[in-house]
């Protein structure tokens, strides 16, 4: 059983930083890839960023491209998302999420992670 918690949310002006957390349980054997989503008020969710956590390489939404980065702790279990340069259209619930090796999609399609946290809460303001 795998168990993840988000910390890090909060309120910022544009052009601040806020750097996300995801804390993960110790079951993790059989997890392959960890993607941060977001979701706003009405709109779908919106996978941010990726990363695979046996070798590393990582996957960004043009949106967030040279703003945001992804990186992981194997040791302490952690899974981070650091964001820079914020802007409003930022705003939105972030999500940590989890899944095994699957066969065909795309990492940004939320229906093939069986595992997400709670979210916490990120709010840019001008």
């Known amino acids: 059983q795998v168990q993840l918690v988000e910390s890090g949310g909060g309120s910022v002006q544009a052009g601040g930083s806020l750097r996300l957390s995801c804390a993960a349980s110790a079951n993790t054997y059989d997890i392959y890839f960890m993607a941060w989503f977001r979701q706003a008020p009405g709109k779908e969710r919106e996978g941010v960023a990726g990363?695979?956590?046996?070798?590393?390489?990582?996957n960004y939404a043009d949106s967030v491209k040279g703003r945001f980065t992804i990186s992981q702790d194997s040791a302490k279990n952690t899974l981070a998302l650091q964001m820079d340069s914020l802007k409003p259209e930022d705003t939105a619930m972030y999500y940590c999420?989890?899944?095994?090796?699957?066969?065909?999609?795309?990492?940004?399609?939320?229906?093939?992670?069986?595992?997400w946290g709670q979210g916490t809460q990120v709010t840019v303001s001008t």
């Open positions: 999420a989890a899944r095994p090796v699957i066969s065909g999609g795309y990492w940004y399609q939320s229906h093939q992670y069986p595992y």
């Open positions: 990363i695979y956590t046996r070798g590393g390489r990582t």
